[in-house]
């Protein structure tokens, strides 16, 4: 295992990814938000890739809603909840994947592509790049990317002022 992934693994063993963006007003306004913009962005029918998944908030709520979802998920355990917790959903379909590696999946297949956690865990430039080349890759030409990303006043608020 990847330098990387054992740093996402050990942060992940330490925060409850399930409850994040429904217990936490910050969490909250960042799903409520997103959605409006989905929703203002993509039709109905829509074919949506979650990279980075995590415990499946937006994909399963995305597959409720009806879009054909493609959630992919580096980290085992969180991968486990998405897939129980999705279950029901024959429009869900989740995999274990790398932001890196979309290799899988062909070019120009996603009317959307979310790429919400990823983003945060990777380090250097070439990691950076790679991932955002895979998303633009698997995205239709006239599809929607989401990125998000963490500026330096998120990192300082989050390890000093709290």
């Known amino acids: 295992m990847s330098e990387r992934v054992n740093i996402v693994k050990s942060f992940y063993e330490e925060v409850d990814e399930e409850q994040r963006l429904q217990k936490s007003r910050h969490g909250q306004l960042e799903f409520r938000t997103t959605m409006e913009y989905v929703h203002r962005l993509v039709e109905d029918g829509a074919k949506i890739m979650e990279i980075g998944a995590g415990t499946g908030r937006y994909s399963i709520a995305l597959a409720n809603e009806g879009y054909e979802v493609t959630a992919v998920e580096l980290l085992e355990n969180n991968l486990k909840v998405l897939k129980e917790n999705g279950q029901a959903l024959n429009n869900l379909q989740a995999f274990q994947g790398d932001a890196l590696d979309l290799s899988r999946w062909a070019d ?55």
């Open 108 to 162: 120009n297949t996603f009317d959307l592509t979310l790429v919400l956690g990823p983003m945060y865990h990777l380090y250097e430039k070439e990691q950076i790049h790679k991932a955002i080349d895979e998303a633009i890759r698997v995205t239709k030409k006239d599809g929607v990317i989401f990125f998000a990303f963490l500026s330096v006043y998120a990192i300082l608020f989050n390890n000093y002022l709290k």
